[in-house]
């Protein structure tokens, strides 16, 4: 399942939230999955960001993934647009702890299996298996600052379903 161009700038939250429904509307789970949101938070009224989203999916073998993404305002000189600065889709084993909403407590630097970041602090980076903050530039075959959380999903989904290793069903290798 792949889906067209992503967009990491939204002219709205109402135009985010429009085009993650629409593929949302398109994902297919298998039966055995269940869903803790996904969870919004949206901007203060009348303006156009900032705004979150989180979303677990979890199965019943314990693993489960772990969507998160946080947009903040463009100056209003460039549109003021919500421009996705942050993002962490996280696969790996569940944890036992959960917040209020009853989503996984992921410890920031516990094990995954496969978790993708963009932050102000290390920018685009992968953590996969035992080794931690790879720079993107240190990755061929994948852009991690405009991947999208959907083919994130799928990817995943696929790898569970073929077991093919995750560096293969994504198409990425670290550079040495």
């Not at 399942?1 to 992503?6: E, G, H, I, L, W």
């Amino acid at each position: 399942m792949q889906f067209a161009s992503y967009p990491v700038k939204f002219a709205s939250y109402n135009d985010f939230k429009s085009w993650f429904q629409s593929r949302y509307d398109r994902l297919t789970l298998p039966p055995e999955a269940t869903e803790k949101g996904p969870f919004y938070t949206p901007p203060p009224r009348g303006a156009k960001a900032p705004w979150r989203v989180v979303w677990c999916i979890l199965f019943p073998d314990s693993k489960y993934i772990r969507i998160c993404e946080n947009y903040f305002a463009t100056p209003k000189a460039q549109g003021g647009e919500g421009l996705r600065a942050h993002l962490s889709y996280h696969y790996g084993n569940l944890p036992t702890a959960t917040d209020s909403q009853g989503l996984p407590l992921r410890a920031p630097n516990g094990p995954s299996d496969l978790r993708m970041d963009v932050d102000k602090y290390r920018g685009p980076h992968l953590h996969y298996g035992d080794k931690d903050h790879i720079p993107q530039s240190s990755l061929d075959g994948l852009d991690i600052a405009t991947f999208d959380l959907f083919t994130f999903i799928a990817k995943i989904l696929e790898h569970r379903a073929k077991g093919k290793p995750l560096n293969e069903v994504f198409g990425f290798k670290i550079r040495t």
